[in-house]
């Protein structure tokens, strides 16, 4: 089986990794714009084959993980060159537009949507881990609209990487992700942003800041080149969980001010029930 | 040598267990007001000795790990109580009002204001881990203020925990702890609460949410009890970073709304200087 992977960064890294370790047959051909890390993926050996598009005929199992604002324009192209028994994936945090921008493609039964939810701070090759898809969620959308029998090619890889499946609508996932994702990380950036700004000598932080500070401003280290895109693509959902924080956050701020500490505490503590939420999801161990 | 831990927690009880590890020869006494904890942290021996403020007399070395409003009421009572050559240190999170507190306490010599950068969102006898103190920050206000000898004796404590010193004043503690701890226990439990609220069905966040929103949220599991009075007594600062931290939400969203995504990447991109900064922070591995 010829697997290629079009975009050899973190997430691209990771899923080939697996894939060479649990199938050792399968020949891995990485595709990238930059050819300083197409290199650095055959040196780590994420890949066995530097490729173009020009061999995308040769593919059975295409993975596309690249910024969503690329996807839009590299994802007709190479449903354009792959051959009918080959099955593309994206990898995209946001799934409304692409999802849109495919509807009326002509190899549209070649294309599955997905979202693996799984992923670190850190990006390029060298981010790439083993098992970073095991236990993970995999969101798929418009599943229908793919022909079948890719579907279960694709399924087979994802079951042999330890994902459950979960499917949805792409306008619901793009909703729910802005809460438990996109929120997250705008939190931490502008977290990181107030911390940075008020403490200009970094040494203060450095010293007094303990591994709460390094948990909630940990996604701030994410790479804008991917995040921007995903941001604007998923403008109105995001603006809405924004405008539900800062009331929260103005609301806290107000009981503070107002010294209802009552409040305060019921709070927090209606809150503290995250626990048992939090205990179902996977972590990371780095 | 006898230590005494008033409050056996996370905070206390993870300092006697490396106290007991470190100094087999110590003696540890418990004092806490819920027998149940009382109970438990002599199971886990964490101390040796179920006791009380009638034993304190015997004590060379007491820490007071207990909410930063039980503190103000119950200090001056311990340091009444203890012989001339112990020392009594704190845990707490704020320093202004403890120190000023105890300013005109006739024992304030056997005082050592300390706050230790150490903890976890985790609370109770059963938290308390090995080496939770090892590399960390111990910052301590108004050293002159406590008998030369005293200092010496904490401080050689401290040492064998493997903890580094940092002086400040305890203005300058409130104000920047504010920014580097209390601010990013806000933003986790509203973030918390945003995502709680809007997710009403809590298995749709448990399927969709990833490590980001784990490391994001964890704060939020921490103790009200604990927080409550801190707020409480770093209000003005607490309300300052807050407000900042709104008014830069407010900006993004702004950004967000002109579709400036030339900005939104700026700003993400000004922030990943974050990567070097927490590059120094001892991380708990739990």
């Not at 890719?150 to 996932?173: D, S, T, V």
């Not at 040494?203 to 790479?223: H, N, Q």
């Amino acid at each position: 089986m010829n697997v290629f992977v079009v975009g050899i960064g973190l997430i691209g890294g990771s899923f080939v990794k697996d894939i060479k370790a649990k199938l050792p047959q399968v020949t891995v051909y990485g595709i990238d714009s930059n050819p300083e890390h197409l290199e650095e993926a055959l040196t780590l050996r994420l890949i066995d084959v530097k490729s173009s598009y020009d061999d995308l005929h040769l593919a059975d199992f295409v993975m596309v993980s690249i910024p969503v604002d690329v996807v839009l324009k590299e994802l007709p192209i190479i449903l354009d060159k792959v051959n009918d028994e080959c099955v593309v994936c994206d990898a995209g945090s946001t799934k409304e537009l692409v999802c849109a921008t495919l509807d009326d493609h002509p190899k549209r039964r070649n294309f599955l949507a997905c979202h693996p939810i799984a992923g670190t701070e850190f990006s390029g090759p060298s981010a790439a881990v083993s098992g970073l898809y095991s236990n993970k969620t995999n969101i798929i959308c418009e599943v229908e609209k793919t022909a079948f029998k890719l579907q279960e090619k694709a399924l087979g890889i994802f079951q042999i990487l330890g994902m459950r499946i979960r499917y949805m609508n792409p306008k619901a996932h793009d909703k729910h992700i802005a809460y438990v994702s996109h929120l997250s990380h705008i939190s931490s950036f502008m977290l990181g942003k107030t911390v940075i700004e008020k403490e200009k000598n970094e040494r203060d932080i450095f010293d007094m800041a303990g591994s709460g500070f390094e948990s909630t401003v940990r996604l701030a280290k994410s790479s804008p080149a991917m995040w921007t895109p995903i941001f604007e693509q998923n403008k109105e959902n995001v603006v809405e969980t924004l405008e539900e924080y800062i009331q929260n956050l103005l609301d806290f701020k107000e009981l503070l001010l107002k010294e209802d500490y009552k409040g305060i505490y019921d709070e927090m503590n209606n809150t503290n029930r995250i626990k048992s939420i939090l205990r179902g999801i996977p972590i990371n161990k780095k």
